[in-house]
């Protein structure tokens, strides 16, 4: 352990000057460059394989300066590739009728700060006028962002995580005092690296509080430490919801599931899982828990050879669950694909909007608890002859239409196809599909097997009544 | 009658709805065959409502995988496959191996249900084939009977063959393999001979070649076809049954079936050049002679010229004949009969010469137990049956008299051949049935003096005139009621019998393993999917995996990696090779293993949850084949005093070879059953001789959940220093 801390120490430095003399000698003219942060707190929760990060910014706009419209935040390059999603809040009205109004982020394409790091701004709601105190909450997820070190481990040995992060607070504003904690599923914690003041309790580690950090300082810190959670990753998630009249809803879901922690090397000995199941195989898993909408009926679960027959259903009026078992037990690395079907009454997901138009009201996002999803295509299968699609999903989607064909089509029907990538639990909300449909297309396809039946009866009296034979024997 | 008359009662337009009772009986007879046609698809989908709709068994899931192939890929691709994924390295020319007419026929069905717009997966169309040919061969049966007996003896056919036990073990749903549509297309080759033979007409014999055709194209079986109809006809010959409607459906059904099967490619010049298809092309020839004979005779008009001539062609033939054999055997132009069809000959023959044949269960000869199980009544009617068609000979019954003969005699050869027998069991047993409840019904009826209830096909005059013979005999009436009843109780404890017998032992997919566990609940046992579905997700995609050829094909299709043998035995050699490293010691297998590029070595074990047809228990014929070929390997050697064991009192070698190795490596350290020792075996009820195993060259891998399966890894060479 030692080389590697003496060399991120000593890189340490080396950024920090770098960090340091960028600042000073270019620090560009930024339009809000009058905010400033009284005190921040950062807590990253490191607990799951997702990492979680919390934080509170209080700020403050310079007296001379004008109204403040947006609050930036800075991301390093890293960061960026694995940020799933940011959420920012803003507490307003005094301390008993304390709300938090939800603001809007996006990507700012202000491309001011240094070392590649990309800026994300906040939404004010209401200005930041001169000389204004505010609090926002902000929230964002960061996925594959823990390294397993050793990145190949055997059967009995726990997995270890690498988690890089700064420990000051890194912002394009001056940052008057600081704090950052680190939260670990465990207190066996290998080594974290010291930035004074640093203070370990149990499984809680301290950095600061740092008073006075200039704009985009940059500490980089290296915690090392035990993560046994299931490291499930869904490489490629793709829904299919197929939507009847008739009164079904029906989806089916297909996973590509991989084991994303460190790698299985050598045996895998099913004596020692079955017998010492607390030393071996720690941070394997072998069930995964999907949240399902309430009223689900005929659910399945099958992969490419067949069902797969070990998986529970418990449902109440609020939701269902069901629990899978892939056909074995994950070990790092380790991939498996499966199949996840059911059937939803219509009423609960299709209204119709004041406009006469009808939709359909779906929750985003992959089922499955603590899962990170890397590729995530939602398909709304729209039934044979509805018109005028159009997707409302609360961000941003990768969107376009194609058609698809089932039982009994003739043209086919419309298919609203979203995409996203990096997906995690906090992206499962509702999305709407707004479409246009005349009801008389459901009697189509009864109509034609009517028909069908018909003209099958008519051939046979036809035959019966019919002589085929050339001359009279 | 009631309803008759409340019907006279009715006005004009309504009465002319009444039907004729021509039309009741043709409404009859269709809803009749309708619900047999119903009842035999529903009856094969036992296995769907147990377990699901999936491949059963081994031999499936190659039909599986090259049906995906062709829908896939389009016929001509498949036609030139090259397979590299089994019998490594060797490959396997797929297209040149194979009987193509069950995966055509299942990619047409898909085919066809996508252009009428129906959304199915082709393994849907795959697991249903099976039963859509039973059931379609229930209607060919119906007209079968209704050629060589009467109609009523074709519906009776038609209800027995929809449930007979014997076909349903390979045609339920999911036994998606050859057979399932190649009785279908047997029965039809023959009812069109048949027909053709009937009637004289060209257009039967060539739907008959075209039978023949599609029965070539679906299975090997096609060679019971193309003996079974020179026979019939040499025995119509020596009968003096001999006439132009027989000349003329033979012989265009031969030349025009000949020439159509030919374009098969793994049958090809085989039809003309093998041993086994020279019966047909002599019987050909022979018809031609009788024909030529026939001619000058009626020409010569004189017995004495005659019989001189007769005596001078027929020396000249059969030296031609005897010759042209000859030659033909001596030059290997004509090749020998092959062990198959030796051993259908000679049951004995493939035990002593061909031990990878005697190794497959569905090998054996037959026990009697298990032609009670596939036949039940049938075994009883099919004597009496053979009495009514001797008493009412035809060419039709003569037909199926000899076809239900030869057919029995291979089912005692080999258990799989029942298959064969039993259409023409159930044909001749549905005449026995038929026959009887005619007679019975029709004494019960002249008795209480309804002529009118009698329809008119089904009186004869001959019954009629034996009902008034009858008269005199006392409680006439009393028994034939009596033994109507009792008809009708055997038949209701076939049905019975065959849905049981359906139910509980032919729809088990064997793939997924079910048991009662402690407390009467279901368990499911599905570690083969668990082991291949592991090696399909992670092992590199060219991983080459050694097993016993058994799981071959499954390995193949399900697990999608490449293998050194599978259930196509083709090259006794390279399984040889196979059983050889595994009957071997660690390091000579691992040289074995190193030359053939082997990763991962895959056993079946069944000691922990007592599955008993595991390879422990086929080890032995692994010693044999292997041994067969490479005489290092001496069966001896793992039996103590002839003895197979695996407890402490077995043959060193084979506490040590490899196969003992890989499945029991660390089960001396697991407890299987209360109050035994650990490493216990439940299926051999002992416990192991050899606990403390270690491995060298190989490591554990992976191992099933029950540990059926365990997969072992080829570790790579050692650097040299």
Known sequence: MAPSLSTAVSSLLLLLLLAAAISVSSSPPMPEDSIRVISAEKRIDLTSPIVKVFLTLKLENDATAPEASQVLLAFTPTEVEHLAIVKATRAEGKRKKKIYVPLSVKASDLAAAPNGARLYSILLSTPLKPAEVTTLEVFYALTHSLEPFPAEITQSDPQLVYYRDSAVLLSPYHVLEQVTYIKMPSNRVESFTRVDPTSRAGNEVKYGAYNNQLPNSYVPILVHYENNRPFAVVEEFVRKVEISHWGNVQITEQYKLKHGGAQHKGVFSRLEYQSRPSISGVPSFKNLLARLPPRVHSVYYRDEIGNISSSHLRSDSHKSELEIEPRYPLFGGWHCTFTIGYGLPLQDFLFESDDGRRYINLTFGCPLLDTVVDDLTIKVVLPEGSTSPQAVVPFLTEQYLETSYSYLDVVGRTTVVLKKRNVVGEHNVPFQVYYEFNPIFMLAEPLMLISAVFLFFVACIAYLHMDLSIGKS | ?721
């Open chain 2, 1 to 721: 009658m009631a309803a008759a008359t409340a019907l006279d009662s009715l006005p004009a337009p309504l009465r002319s709805l009444r039907l004729k009772t021509k039309q009741q009986e043709l409404l009859l007879r269709v809803s009749a065959l309708a619900l047999i046609y119903v009842l035999a698809f529903v009856v094969r989908l036992f296995s769907v409502l147990r377990y699901e709709s999936m491949i059963h068994e081994f031999d499936p899931y190659f039909n599986y995988r090259t049906t995906l192939f062709l829908s896939d890929h389009g016929f001509s691709e498949f036609w030139n496959w090259f397979d590299f994924e089994s019998w490594y390295p060797l490959g396997r020319v797929v297209g040149g191996t194979l009987f193509p007419g069950l995966m055509v026929t299942a990619a047409l069905l898909h085919r066809l249900l996508r252009a009428l717009s129906l959304a199915v997966h082709i393994r849907e169309v795959c697991v249903l084939t099976a039963p859509f040919f039973a059931a379609n061969t229930t209607l060919v049966a119906y007209a079968f009977g209704r050629e060589i007996w009467d109609s009523g003896a074709g519906l009776v056919a038609a209800a027995l063959i929809a449930v007979c036990p014997g076909y349903i073990s390979r045609s339920v749903a999911g036994s998606y393999d050859n057979e399932g549509v190649a009785i279908f297309a047997l029965l039809l080759t023959f009812y069109l001979f048949v027909r053709a033979v009937n009637t004289g007409s060209l257009a039967w014999s060539l739907a008959s070649a075209f039978g023949y055709f599609y029965m070539v194209s679906a299975w090997g079986g096609y060679v019971f076809i193309i003996n079974l109809l020179p026979l019939y006809v040499l025995v119509l010959l020596v009968t003096g049954r001999y006439s132009q409607r027989l000349y003329v459906a033979y012989n265009s059904t031969y030349v025009l079936g000949m020439l159509l099967a030919m374009q098969i490619r793994f049958v090809g010049f085989q039809h003309v050049q093998s041993g086994e298809h020279m019966a047909a092309m002599g019987v050909f020839f022979l018809l031609q002679v009788f024909f030529f004979l026939d001619w000058v005779k009626y020409l010569l008009n004189d017995a004495k010229l005659f019989k001189s001539f007769l005596r001078i062609t027929l020396t000249c033939v059969i030296t031609v004949g005897t010759l042209a054999l000859g030659i033909g055997t001596a030059s290997g132009y004509i090749s020998p009969w092959t062990g198959r069809f030796y051993s259908l000959l000679d049951p004995t023959y493939a035990k002593d010469h061909i031990p990878i044949i005697a190794s497959v269960s569905e090998h054996q000869p037959t026990a009697w137990s298990s032609f009670m199980f596939d036949f039940h009544i049938l075994l009883f009617l099919f004597p009496a049956g053979l009495y009514f068609c001797f008493k009412r000979l035809s060419d039709a019954t003569i037909f199926i008299v000899m076809y239900g003969l030869t057919s029995m005699y291979f089912a005692g050869v080999m258990v799989r051949l029942i298959l064969v027998a039993a259409p023409a069991v159930c044909l001749i047993s549905a005449i026995a049935a038929s026959a009887t409840i005619k007679n019975l019904t029709t004494l019960i009826r002249t008795k209480s003096k309804s002529p009118q209830t009698v329809s008119g096909k089904s009186s004869g005059s001959k019954a009629a005139a034996k009902g008034a013979v009858d008269q005199s005999l006392p409680f006439q009436q009393n028994v034939a009621i009596a033994l109507l009843l009792g008809a009708f109780y055997l038949l209701s404890r076939y049905a019975v019998h065959c849905t049981w017998v359906t139910s509980e032992a032919y729809s088990s997919p064997s793939i997924v393993l079910a048991a009662r566990g402690h407390n009467g609940g279901r368990v499911i046992f599905d570690d083969y999917r668990e082991a291949y579905y592991w090696l399909r997700q992670n092992t590199p995609s060219d991983a080459k995996i050694m097993s016993w050829w058994d799981y071959g094909y499954q390995i193949t299709a399900m697990g999608n990696r490449t293998v050194i043998v599978d259930n196509n035995t083709w090259n006794n050699t390279h399984i040889a090779t196979v059983g050889r490293a595994m009957s071997s010691y660690e390091d000579e297998a691992y040289e074995i293993m190193q030359s053939l590029d082997v990763n991962y070595v895959l056993v079946v074990f069944g000691g922990v949850t007592g599955y008993s047809s595991d390879d422990i228990n086929k080890f032995l014929w692994m010693v044999r084949i292997g041994g067969g070929v490479f005489p290092v390997i001496k069966e001896p050697d793992y039996l103590v005093n002839g003895e197979y064991r695996v407890d402490k009192g077995a043959a060193p070698k084979m506490l040590n070879c490899l196969m003992y190795k890989l499945c029991y490596y660390r089960f001396g350290e697991l407890t299987t059953e209360y109050g035994k020792p650990p490493g216990y075996d439940r299926v051999r009820g002992v416990e192991i001789g050899n606990k403390d195993i270690k491995l060298e060259y190989l490591e554990e891998a992976f191992t099933t959940s029950n540990w059926i399966v365990r997969i072992y890894k080829v570790k790579p060479p050692k650097n040299r220093s």
